[in-house]
């Protein structure tokens, strides 16, 4: 979970320079999307404290 997580926020710090940015995490075969989803919005909110 920590390289999404890292990817994520590298992703953030490019749209705080305006830039547009679009992050696809393709797990879905292994049906884990949903999951991955939720736990990295979750880590995304506590890395914001």
């Known amino acids: 979970m920590d390289k999404f997580c890292r990817n994520?926020?590298?992703?953030?710090?490019?749209?705080?320079?305006g830039r547009e940015v679009w992050m696809i995490y393709d797990n879905t075969i292994?049906?884990?999307g949903t999951q991955n989803a939720l736990e990295l919005a979750e880590?995304?909110?506590?890395s914001k404290n």
């Open 8 to 17: 994520a926020k590298f992703g953030l710090s490019l749209t705080a320079l």
């Open 43 to 46: 880590a995304l909110e506590r």
């Open 30 to 32: 292994f049906g884990a």
